[in-house]
């Protein structure tokens, strides 16, 4: 429902820089500005380094700590893989799961992490949402590798730096990368079947191969309240309303059963936070395992109420099958 009020676009994360300083700072620091590699990046000639050390936290998913740049940095793109990660490799357009942390080569100075944040960030790779450096340093790494970047100005944020993470347009950026995990349009939820017994409720497909799950709609009576169900139970952390979530889903009218939206279809993921979307989803989804498929079935008054959109009647119940790919 990207094209309503359903799903909001939400910024990349750090990259972007939308990761840098206070929360609410950040959501006006993302609405007004534009990532930087939207603009034409060089191709980057990657080599080997120099990079600095990496003096504590070395293992995979520990934070690191990172000594300053050793003299002067490569004006070239300095990539080295310090863990070799035995998963897929990460492919042009994924949505790329990964914990890390950013800082200035000639001070050593912090500017974002992730790991103090508790939990991964997600963005697409590869397809100019993220600093360029990223963009052409990650792309057919492995999942499980941990990967060290010194990222040159001009494949950062350009001369123009980044003034809210205090990044001057002089300034090269040395990141660590631990590359969590990787979605596609293709990913659907992993876990237990659970038992739709209730046979006032829609029935929802249990098909993990990626391709849209079937709702079946009863012909009966919309219920009055939300539901919220699991249909594939994941084992990933449950959902708080301050989280983003990743998703693929499908949403269909309760009369007539007429699909109005799907990630299926467009053949992209969605990403979003709980705070922003409607009180169904919002509701719906709070308290859900990552990694699950979820009916959701929305009444008028946690939907969009006596206002009418695009494919939607007003006064509509809707019906989702919701799969949560990742929290962040």
């Given amino acids: 429902m990207r094209r309503r009020s359903l799903l909001l676009a939400v910024p990349a994360g750090l990259l972007t820089l939308a990761g840098c300083g206070d929360d609410e700072a950040d959501k006006s620091k993302a609405k007004s500005s534009k990532s930087p590699s939207e603009s034409k990046a060089p191709n980057a000639k ?3 380094g120099p990079l ?23 004006k070239d793109l300095a990539v080295k893989t310090l863990i070799a990660g035995d998963g897929g490799k990460v492919v042009k357009g994924d949505y790329l799961q990964a914990d890390y942390l950013g800082q ?6 912090v500017f974002d992490n992730s790991y103090d944040r508790g939990k991964p960030a997600a963005f697409p790779i590869g397809t100019g949402k993220v600093i360029p450096g990223w963009d052409q340093g990650l792309v057919g ?21 980044n003034p809210q ?3 001057k347009g002089t300034d090269t950026l040395v990141f660590v ?35 849209a799950p079937k709702i079946d709609v009863p012909k009966k009576d919309a219920p009055k309240k939300l539901v919220s169900s699991y249909v594939i139970e994941g084992d990933g952390p449950e959902l708080k309303e301050s989280d983003g979530v990743l998703v693929q889903y499908k949403g269909v009218l309760w009369d007539g ?15 979003f936070m709980l705070s922003q979307v409607v ?6 989804l709070k308290g859900k395992k990552a990694g699950s498929r979820v009916l959701i079935v929305v009444p008028p008054d946690l939907g969009y109420g006596d206002k009418k959109q695009q494919g939607i009647p007003a006064n509509s119940t809707l019906v989702f099958t919701v799969d949560i790919l990742a929290a962040l």
């Fill in 52 to 74: 600095p050390e990496v003096t504590k936290g070395t293992k995979f998913g520990d934070k690191p700590t990172v000594a300053k740049g050793p003299g002067k940095p490569s």
């Fill in 104 to 109: 200035i080569w000639d001070t050593a100075k």
């Fill in 141 to 161: 790494k492995k999942i499980g590798s941990r990967v060290q970047l010194a990222i040159p100005p001009a494949l950062g944020y350009g001369k123009q730096g």
């Fill in 257 to 271: 059963g007429k699909e109005f939206d799907s990630t299926y279809k467009r053949g992209e993921l969605a990403q």
């Fill in 165 to 167: 993470g205090g990044i």
């Fill in 46 to 48: 990657i080599v080997a």
């Fill in 177 to 211: 990368v631990d590359i969590v995990g990787t979605f596609n349009g293709k990913s659907s939820a992993k876990g237990k079947e659970v038992a739709q017994s209730n046979i006032d409720l829609p029935k929802v497909g249990t098909n993990t191969d990626g391709k």
């Fill in 279 to 284: 009180k169904g989803w919002s509701q719906g």
